[in-house]
């Protein structure tokens, strides 16, 4: 996978820390965030449900890597 940052909003970032992926069209069942919910409008308190990292420790995945 590569990481970019082209400020897509609906594309999977990763976690730069423990890789785990935010994917848009999912959610995040830990924090009760519903599907189809862009990375943008996570709340501020949101972080890894893995590692406890901070927003901005996530990256853009690549489309089709």
Do not use: N
């Amino acid at each position: 996978m590569t990481a970019v940052d082209d400020g897509s909003d609906t594309a999977p970032r990763e976690c730069r820390i423990c890789w785990h992926v935010y994917d848009p069209a999912t959610g995040d069942a830990y924090w009760q965030i519903p599907p189809g919910t862009p990375f943008s409008a996570l709340p501020p308190h949101w972080t890894c449900p893995q590692c406890d990292a901070a927003k901005e420790c996530f990256l853009l995945i690549a489309e089709g890597q």
